[in-house]
C-alpha cells in the first residue's frame, strides 16, 4: 500500500506564505515526477508545478515567481513553497507521485487527499 499524506494547509492573508509537504510512504521502490495540483470550486484541477527525481522543475504561469517546488528524495517528501500569495490561489491543494514499488513493476500514479489553502484579500 501506498500513501501521500499532505500537510501545511490553512488560511492566510493576500502577501502571505505558507509551505505545503507530501510524504509518501508504503512499499515504494523509487519515485520519478512528483507535483501539486490544485482545484477551486467549479473549476478544474490544474497543475501548480512538477520537480523530477533529477531536481528539474515545471511551474504553471500563474505562480513563476511566487511558488518554489523542491524534494527530499531521502525522505520521500516533496514541499511547495508559496509566496505573495493571492486570493485567486485558494483552492485545495494535491500531491501526485509517478512511482515504481518494485523494482520491475510498471509505473503508477498516487495522490494525496488534498489540503485547502484559502487566500482572504
Known amino acids: 500500500q501506498v500513501q501521500l499524506v499532505e500537510s501545511g494547509g490553512g488560511l492566510v492573508q493576500a502577501g502571505g506564505s505558507l509551505r505545503l509537504s507530501c510524504a509518501a510512504s508504503?512499499?515504494?521502490?523509487?519515485?520519478?515526477?512528483m507535483g501539486w495540483y490544485r482545484q477551486a470550486p467549479g473549476k478544474q484541477r490544474e497543475l501548480v508545478a512538477q520537480?523530477?527525481?533529477?531536481?528539474?522543475?515545471n511551474y504553471a504561469d500563474s505562480v513563476k515567481g511566487r511558488f518554489s517546488i523542491s524534494r527530499d528524495n531521502a525522505k520521500k517528501t516533496v514541499y511547495l513553497q508559496m509566496n505573495s500569495l493571492k486570493p485567486e490561489d485558494t483552492a485545495v491543494y494535491y500531491c501526485?507521485?509517478?512511482?515504481?514499488?518494485?523494482?520491475?513493476?510498471?509505473?503508477?500514479?498516487?495522490w494525496g487527499q488534498g489540503t485547502q489553502v484559502t487566500v482572504s484579500s
Open positions: 501526485n507521485a509517478l512511482l515504481r514499488r518494485t523494482v520491475v513493476g510498471g509505473l503508477s500514479l498516487y
Open positions: 508504503g512499499s515504494i521502490f523509487s519515485i520519478n515526477n
Open positions: 520537480i523530477t527525481s533529477s531536481g528539474t522543475t
